[in-house]
């Protein structure tokens, strides 16, 4: 693949677009100024029952637009740059880290604050305080971690390829009907794997609504 400089630099800013794309998506599921954890707060009035379908399905729901943006960041710098674009991503995606892991280590430093705050039995206003930094410091944490699975499934992949790569070239084997490594393939393989927890979201949903 004959790639330029520009194809390089794409590949490297979908990659960091990408990456904040699932960071918002991660603070609209986590936090509780968004819908999602609102409903999830209302499904605990009946019960732990459907606390914990409803809470299931959020979960699930909130990987489909995350594997959707990678598998465009893979169709993208796989056509562009091949398995070196995918590599690129990831390392685009991974651009702001040192900002990442220092708004993830904002969590323990809430938590542990709360704590103090109920062992030292400080007045419940304190507490409210606390709780109120602990919930955004879950928000927090959670973004961090939404971009390194990103990244990591992006290494996964290209580490995949490579090795796809090097076992036809050690066996000298033939292209079969279905080539792994073509950018609408390789994208769709990831879309394939979220289908079964996007299916199961919307019927866990759909129970937890019911029951309340």
């Given amino acids: 693949v004959q790639a330029s400089r520009h194809d390089v630099f794409i590949c490297v800013i979908a990659g960091t677009i990408g990456g904040l794309v ?119 944490a959670a973004v961090g971690k939404g971009f390194a699975i990103g990244s990591a499934a992006l290494v996964s992949l290209a580490l995949y390829g490579a090795f796809v790569v090097r076992i036809k070239l050690s066996s000298k084997a033939l292209d079969t009907n279905v080539e792994i490594l073509q950018p609408l393939t390789f994208a769709f393989l990831l879309i394939g794997s979220m289908l079964p927890y996007w299916f199961s979201a919307m019927t866990m949903k759909s129970v937890g609504m019911a029951a309340m």
């Fill in 22 to 140: 699932i960071g918002l998506t991660t603070e609209y599921y986590t936090s509780k100024e968004y819908a999602p954890v609102r409903e999830l707060v209302e499904s605990c009035r009946t019960g732990a029952a459907t606390n914990i379908i409803y809470g299931l399905s959020l979960g699930y729901m909130s990987v489909i637009l995350p594997v959707f943006v990678l598998a465009f960041i893979i169709y993208i710098a796989f056509s562009l740059c091949d398995l070196y674009g995918v590599a690129l991503a990831a390392v685009g995606m991974l651009g702001n880290l040192a900002t990442g892991l220092t708004i993830d280590a904002y969590g323990p430093v809430c938590d542990n604050a709360g704590g103090i705050a109920e062992m030292a039995e400080l007045h419940s206003d304190v507490r409210k305080k606390t709780d109120a930094l602990d919930a955004a410091g879950n928000t927090t």
